[in-house]
């Protein structure tokens, strides 16, 4: 008993949340509830929040699991449209291994994969305009990928090479791509989130059409700049989409670290009174239902979403950990939804707009098309030998628009250093 | 920049080359928009340059804590909202991370705020927006996205405001690579230098020194106040103009010693000088970043003597750089240590303020020992 504490009252306890397994442990969802796809009704986009505290705790799903596209939010794509999706995430997976492979190789610094999440940012892209702006975190690369950015430029950013647009001074899939719509990644979590909330005020304020979208993780909504962000969107009736992506592990810290053993993240809408759905993120179908959802009611004039996409992360959480010192190997390979790229092709399997045949085809397309791209970056260098770097004299410029006398100061006295030591 | 200055009181050579003298007069200058002039204290020469800005450009909002149809709790927006509308300038909630968070975003689609914290004490919570994002966007997207962001916050003590509302944190700006950091003395500048800040293509922290809003407080605090409207700097030109950022203004030129310093230090500088005689230049340095070194290399040079005077804390304040800088760049022309004058390294004290605040009687036997030496 701690000092000075009263002998006739019992002792607080601290909690502290643990994950339900650890590495070696079996892993068993059957106290997870799905529900049923096609179960949750789909409310009209101008619904008042106050009558959709269902959709937060339920999840909207819409391919089951024989692969039928189901119930009200069946978005009802054409096939070719899903083909373009499935195409797109199975290149997002292929570039992704590729690029694991180049830093392990040593080409680069570091790297993240986006393995089983690809429908979040896929058929997100897909639902929303090309120029509606995307404030993505460090795990959509989907997003530029959806929006045929170039792979080789994606590259040269991850090799901070000569070609490197952004002059190597960011690390790996910090990509920015302002043509694409896509704002410039941070490191620092859930600061694009009050960003994208500035520019979908700044949009209707000038009476633009432009709606704005932002991801983060479940992990970072315990930021400040999430509850700002929704405070925001919920006051001035932002047109916004702002997306978690609860892919369970944050690190190595599991969601109940930000809160999910007593509430859903799409739940923190309702405190904001704003609109939220919680979707399965691994059915590319609910994804894109649920986004067209969201950016109608924005376009409306209706106010933000709050979309909670429950989804898991197959893999690390980049090149500098490992998952199997925290999580069981066995989560991924029980994950109640799935794959989404799996699900995907055995829908359009079903649907008779595609076969094994075309599927493999499709992936030796894109893995030989990620091929290439990684032999026309790597002609512009890669980080690990130096080489085609930007000239060292960069490093001062864009620091402001015009560099001042300091600066310029620095950058000959670094030069000079250089030249006096022989480097 | 020089090409851009419109300047009226300083047109020529002079506020091209370098440090400008300034003006006794300025309404006798030449330039025809900014003309005519009207006595203005801070507050509304402001005022007057966030009316002026947003009139010439549609991309400038306001916003910030009750600054929409109360017009701020100092009254820097008053009647901004009536005339230009509530989307243009409009109250924000108590979040000073989303008000920067939501600026970076709206210089994102292309416009240009400029909100206001409210006091400078408000300002940490928004630290990583301007930090890690407002600072660092230009770089990191060598380009692609910039934040053309003016902060204004009124800064300083000086009105008993206790530790949460006097601080003078400039020098957690100044450390900052990616952002410029102003501060202004007088009416005449506080309009020209917003001008040039709104028009600035970086973000720019405005500190607005609030204890000479409404008067050139020369630190003795048991005399009455003296209204601005007899102090020259006073007389603002309605219109358009700009001060230069990066030029210092001499104040007043002088041998035996320099004095640096800026906002309400200028003042108390001024007044030291009338009171002793001492023949001290004293350079208010307006822009702490970019900093105008020439002029004050040129007349440390000259006077082989310098003092550096600041509000804020001592240790790590930008009287260290300061003295660090006149130390590598002057060193063989000193004749004495240079000394710092600065707030003490405590919190701000509510009834001790002016036992923190660095008045007359600490800078005149800073000036006496330099003199010694």
């Keep these: 008993?701690?000092?000075?504490?009263?002998?006739?009252?019992?002792?607080?306890?601290?909690?502290?949340?643990?994950?339900?397994?650890?590495?070696?442990?079996?892993?068993?969802?059957?106290?997870?509830?799905?529900?049923?796809?096609?179960?949750?009704?789909?409310?009209?986009?101008?619904?008042?929040?106050?009558?959709?505290?269902?959709?937060?705790?339920?999840?909207?799903?819409?391919?089951?699991?024989?692969?039928?596209?189901?119930?009200?939010?069946?978005?009802?794509?054409?096939?070719?449209?899903?083909?373009?999706?499935?195409?797109?995430?199975?290149?997002?997976?292929?570039?992704?291994?590729?690029?694991?492979?180049?830093?392990?190789?040593?080409?680069?610094?570091?790297?993240?994969?986006?393995?089983g999440e690809e429908a979040t940012s896929i058929a997100a892209a897909h639902a929303l305009h090309r120029d509606d702006m995307c404030f993505p975190s460090y795990r959509q690369q989907g997003l530029l990928i959806a929006r045929n950015w170039s792979l080789v430029d994606m590259m040269c950013q991850v090799y901070s090479n000569r070609a490197d647009r952004l002059k190597g001074r960011q690390m790996p899939i910090m990509y920015s791509a302002k043509e694409a719509s896509f704002f410039s990644i941070s490191g620092n979590l859930a600061t694009q989130y009050p960003q994208a909330v500035g520019f979908a005020m700044a949009s209707a304020a000038r009476g633009d059409t432009r709606i704005?979208?932002?991801?983060?993780?479940?992990?970072?909504?315990?930021?400040?700049?999430?509850?700002?962000?929704?405070?925001?969107?919920?006051?001035?009736?932002?047109?916004?989409?702002?997306?978690?992506?609860?892919?369970?592990?944050?690190?190595?810290?599991?969601?109940?670290?930000?809160?999910?053993?007593?509430?859903?993240?799409?739940?923190?809408?309702?405190?904001?009174?704003?609109?939220?759905?919680?979707?399965?993120?691994?059915?590319?179908?609910?994804?894109?239902?649920a986004t067209e959802w969201a950016a109608d009611r924005a376009r409306a004039n209706a106010g933000p979403t709050l979309i909670e996409f429950f989804t898991y992360r197959a893999e690390g959480h980049s090149t500098s950990d490992d998952p199997t010192k925290y999580r069981s190997a066995e989560e991924n390979v029980k994950w109640p939804l799935g794959d989404p790229i799996a699900r995907l092709k055995q829908h359009l399997i079903l649907i008779g707009a595609w076969d094994e045949e075309r599927h493999a085809a499709m992936d030796k397309e894109v893995a030989?098309?990620?091929?290439?791209?990684?032999?026309?970056?790597?002609?512009?260098?890669?980080?690990?030998?130096?080489?085609?770097?930007?000239?060292?004299?960069?490093?001062?410029?864009?620091?402001?628009?015009?560099?001042?006398?300091?600066?310029?100061?620095?950058?000959?006295?670094?030069?000079?250093?250089?030249?006096?030591?022989?480097? | 920049m020089s090409d851009k200055i419109v300047a009226p009181a300083e047109a020529g050579a002079a506020a091209a080359e370098g440090a400008t003298q300034s003006p006794a007069a300025p309404a006798s200058a030449g330039a025809t928009d900014a003309a005519p002039t009207r006595p203005m204290n801070m507050i509304?020469?402001?005022?007057?340059?966030?009316?002026?800005?947003?009139?010439?450009?549609?991309?400038?909002?306001?916003?910030?804590?009750?600054?929409?149809?109360?017009?701020?709790?100092?009254?820097?927006?008053?009647?901004?909202?009536?005339?230009?509308?509530?989307?243009?300038?409009?109250?924000?909630?108590?979040?000073?991370?989303?008000?920067?968070?939501?600026?970076?975003?709206?210089?994102?689609?292309?416009?240009?705020?400029?909100p206001e914290i409210q006091f400078a004490d408000y300002i940490y919570p928004a630290l990583d927006q301007l930090v890690s994002e407002a600072a660092r966007l230009r770089y990191r997207s060598a380009g692609e996205y910039t934040a053309p962001m003016t902060?204004?916050?009124?800064?300083?003590?000086?009105?008993?405001?206790?530790?949460?509302?006097?601080?003078?944190?400039?020098?957690?700006?100044?450390?900052?690579?990616?952002?410029?950091?102003?501060?202004?003395?007088?009416?005449y500048d506080a309009k020209g230098l917003l001008i040039a800040s709104i028009e600035d293509n970086d973000p720019v922290i405005f500190f607005e020194p609030k204890r000479i809003y409404n008067g050139p407080f020369d630190g003795h605090y048991d005399r009455p106040v003296t209204p601005w409207a007899r102090h020259p700097l006073s007389a603002v030109p309605e219109g358009y103009y700009k001060i230069p950022l990066g030029k210092a203004a001499v104040v007043r030129e002088g041998e035996a010693v320099t004095i640096l310093c800026y906002g309400t230090m200028v003042h108390v500088a001024t007044g030291v000088v009338a009171d002793t005689g001492v023949d001290a230049e004293i350079i208010d340095l307006r822009t702490l970043v970019p900093l105008d070194i020439e002029t004050i290399e040129a007349s440390v040079k000259k006077t082989g003597r310098c003092v550096v005077v600041h509000e804020a804390t001592k240790t790590s304040g930008f009287g260290a750089e300061l003295s660090a800088l006149v130390q590598e760049r002057c060193f063989y022309a000193l004749e004495a240590p240079v000394e710092r004058v600065t707030g003490w390294d405590t919190p701000y004290p509510h009834s001790l303020e002016w036992a923190y605040f660095p008045g007359p009687v600490r800078l005149s036997r800073a000036i006496e020992k330099v003199l010694e030496a």
Aim: aromatic fraction near 8%; glycine fraction near 10%; include cysteine.
């Design chain 2, 44 to 114: 509304q020469a402001i005022n007057s340059a966030l009316d002026v800005m947003m009139g010439r450009d549609d991309n400038i909002v306001v916003m910030g804590e009750d600054v929409g149809f109360f017009g701020g709790v100092f009254k820097a927006t008053e009647h901004l909202q009536a005339k230009y509308g509530k989307t243009r300038v409009f109250d924000t909630p108590i979040t000073e991370l989303g008000i920067i968070g939501v600026a970076v975003g709206m210089c994102t689609y292309g416009l240009r705020p400029v």
């Design chain 1, 368 to 423: 030989e098309q990620v091929r290439a791209a990684q032999k026309e970056a790597e002609a512009q260098g890669i980080l690990a030998d130096g080489l085609l770097q930007h000239p060292f004299e960069t490093m001062f410029e864009d620091v402001f628009e015009e560099q001042p006398w300091h600066l310029k100061e620095q950058s000959r006295q670094m030069l000079d250093e250089r030249k006096k030591a022989g480097i």
């Design chain 2, 151 to 187: 902060v204004r916050s009124p800064f300083g003590g000086g009105i008993f405001g206790g530790q949460t509302h006097s601080q003078s944190p400039e020098g957690i700006f100044t450390h900052v690579a990616g952002l410029k950091t102003v501060v202004p003395s007088n009416p």
């Design chain 1, 212 to 289: 704005a979208a932002a991801w983060c993780g479940e992990g970072s909504t315990a930021e400040g700049d999430f509850h700002s962000a929704c405070t925001f969107a919920s006051v001035y009736r932002a047109p916004v989409i702002l997306n978690v992506i609860n892919n369970q592990w944050a690190i190595s810290s599991f969601s109940g670290f930000a809160g999910a053993e007593n509430t859903t993240f799409a739940a923190r809408a309702i405190g904001y009174g704003i609109a939220g759905l919680r979707v399965d993120g691994n059915d590319a179908l609910a994804v894109y239902a």
């Design chain 1, 1 to 115: 008993m701690a000092e000075g504490a009263r002998r006739n009252l019992p002792p607080l306890s601290l909690h502290v949340p643990e994950p339900k397994f650890r590495p070696g442990d079996a892993v068993d969802y059957a106290d997870f509830d799905r529900g049923e796809a096609g179960a949750v009704a789909r409310p009209p986009i101008d619904a008042d929040p106050a009558t959709m505290r269902e959709h937060s705790y339920s999840l909207v799903r819409v391919l089951d699991d024989e692969g039928r596209a189901v119930g009200p939010w069946d978005p009802r794509l054409e096939p070719e449209r899903v083909v373009a999706m499935l195409r797109h995430m199975a290149l997002t997976r292929a570039y992704d291994d590729r690029l694991y492979r180049a830093q392990r190789q040593g080409k680069t610094s570091f790297y993240m994969k986006c393995t």
